[in-house]
Nanobody
Framework: QVQLVESGGGLVQAGGSLRLSCAAS????????MGWYRQAPGKRRDLVAT???????NYADSVKGRFTISRENAKNTVYLQMDSLKPEDTAVYFC??????????????WGQGTQVTVSS
């Protein structure tokens, strides 16, 4: 059993910053890619950013230059630093991870999501 728990969401004015965290725990042998997705009301869940175990990052065009993804492998934690926030960044943000369990199963759990609201 593996759990992902996000934190750090909230309400911020346009132009402001927030830092999201996502910690994985449970029967983890190793974690490969980790990522953040977001879902606005009435819309599909879209990729925001992903990061490999080695630290190579990939971003959606809409957040390039404003968001930074990072991770601490020893803590099984991924972060999303969000700067220059815009009202259109308002969404529920979810983290996910490519996990190899101690039982040698590969799973892709999701967190419960954290709300980010950007006011204009």
């Amino acid at each position: 059993q593996v759990q992902l728990v996000e934190s750090g969401g909230g309400l911020v004015q346009a132009g402001g910053s927030l830092r999201l965290s996502c910690a994985a725990s449970g029967s983890i042998f190793s974690i490969d890619n980790m990522g953040w997705y977001r879902q606005a009301p009435g819309k599909r869940r879209d990729l925001v950013a992903t990061i490999t175990r080695g630290g190579s990052a990939n971003y959606a065009d809409s957040v390039k230059g404003r968001f930074t993804i990072s991770r601490e492998n020893a803590k099984n934690t991924v972060y999303l630093q969000m700067d220059s926030l815009k009202p259109e960044d308002t969404a529920v943000y979810f983290c996910t991870a490519d996990v190899l369990t101690t039982g040698r199963s590969r799973i892709g759990p999701w967190g419960q999501g954290t709300q980010v609201t950007v006011s204009s």
